[in-house]
């Protein structure tokens, strides 16, 4: 087997033998969580977790949902909009907050993100970084010029299956790599308050779900020389559906869906000269279990555990990097969330996909 490429760092914690993300690293941080929707309570549950986190504060727009948010999972304080502030503002003049995780739909994260660094904190922002790369641009030079550590929350990256596939490709035991499939899609149901079908906050299936297969792809062959897509978009103008694929300088390509309108399989197979890999048990951004077909060899199945929900490996990272006096982790790199920001861009204007951020 001839080595290949690795295009993703593997952090120390998903490492093989690595102790469990949840042992301390080092200084304990004192954590703020700006919202209080479905992904913040899972997130929340994995900070709690670890050894050297401490659930400070967590702000949202109304004062009795923080409230009832900070009672639920332990927090010292909690902020809500009052007097023209908003609570996120609060949250971040709080002089005991090391670091926020930014929970809000996707149209607010450069607001918001923005507000957090020009106070001194460091920011885990949820995906999509922003609604576009200038967005994404603007907050990079923040963070650099202010010395603060800044990431997107790709929770995928940092999972130890995921890192075991990586291995398995830059090993060359699947040969070359020619094609990478991937889908995940669920029927949402059209509810135009929600923020997933609302065209204000970001809404639709390429920003809300895209990076997942997205992320199996650049793991295998890294960013693509062209890109194609095609999609069905709502009388909102919001994507229902895409399909995209991306096409590499040596004939390699991928094709990925995203839907709110299907259940796919949410699965990811990444097939070579020399076999082919597939995920199973559990959706592709969390998977429980590699197959793997040789050319020349026997089927084998690989399993894995989860600690916490997963992602506690990301909240690991985020605090190792922070306790190192680094700005960006080398997993998920600022260039790479820059460079997935252009690329998304050049999809939603193949598609005629446009947002209100799009002309601020």
Same mark, same amino acid.
């Given at each position: 087997?001839?080595?290949? $490429?690795?295009?993703?760092? $593997? ?11 949840? &042992?301390?690293?080092?200084?304990? @941080? ?26 400070? *504060?967590v ?26 502030v ?13 670091v ?7 149209a607010?994260?450069?607001?918001v ?13 949820e ?17 650099? *010029? ?12 940092f ?6 596939a990586?291995?398995i490709?830059?090993? /060359? ?5 020619r094609?990478?499939?991937?889908? @995940?899609?669920?029927?949402? /149901?059209?509810n ?10 970001g809404?639709g ?23 194609s ?20 300088e /040596?004939? &390699?390509q991928?094709?990925?869906?995203s839907?709110?309108? &299907? ?5 990811a ?40 929900a ?12 922070? $306790?190192?006096g ?8 600022? *260039?790479?969330?820059l460079t ?6 050049g999809?939603?204007? $193949?598609? /005629? ?8």
């Open positions: 087997m001839t080595p290949h $490429q690795r295009f993703v760092v $593997q952090p120390p914690c998903a490492a093989p033998g690595a102790p469990s993300p949840l &042992a301390a690293t080092g200084r304990p @941080l004192r954590w703020g969580v700006v919202a209080t929707g479905g992904i913040a309570s899972k997130v929340t549950a994995d900070i709690a977790l670890l050894e050297d986190a401490v659930l400070h *504060a702000s949202s727009r109304s004062a009795d949902r923080a409230r009832e948010f900070a009672g639920r999972f332990g927090f010292a304080a909690s902020y809500g909009d009052a007097d023209g908003p609570g996120y503002q609060q949250l971040f003049d709080d002089p005991d907050i090391d926020v995780y930014v929970t809000t739909p996707h607010q994260h450069f607001e993100a923005r507000a957090a660094l020009a106070s001194g904190k460091h920011v885990l922002c995906k999509p970084f922003t609604v576009n790369a200038a967005e994404a641009a603007a907050l990079i030079d923040l963070a650099t *010029a202010r010395g603060l550590f800044l990431m997107e929350a790709v929770w995928t990256r999972l130890p299956s995921v890192n075991r990586l291995d490709f830059a090993s /060359g035991e699947l040969g070359e790599i094609w990478v499939q991937a889908d @995940l899609g669920f029927p949402a /149901g059209y135009p308050s929600s923020r997933i079908w609302d065209p204000a906050a809404g299936a390429l920003l809300d779900l895209t990076v997942y297969p997205l992320t199996w792809t650049l793991g295998a062959l890294g960013f693509p020389a062209s890109v897509a095609s999609a069905e978009l709502n009388g909102d103008g919001v994507d229902v559906q895409n399909a995209v694929t991306l096409s590499y /040596g004939g &390699a991928a094709q990925l869906t839907s709110l309108g &299907a259940l796919g399989p949410a699965a197979t990444v097939a070579g000269s020399g076999g082919w890999l597939r995920t199973g048990d559990g959706p592709l951004h969390n998977p429980r279990e590699l197959t793997v077909q040789p050319l020349n060899g026997e089927l084998r199945t690989e399993t894995f555990d989860s600690v916490g997963g992602y506690t490996y990301e909240l690991r990272e985020t605090t190792r990097c922070i $306790q190192a680094l700005i960006e982790s080398p997993t998920m790199p600022l *260039a790479d969330t997935t920001m252009h690329l998304l861009d999809i939603r204007a $193949q598609l /005629g996909l446009r947002y209100a951020n799009d002309s601020m």
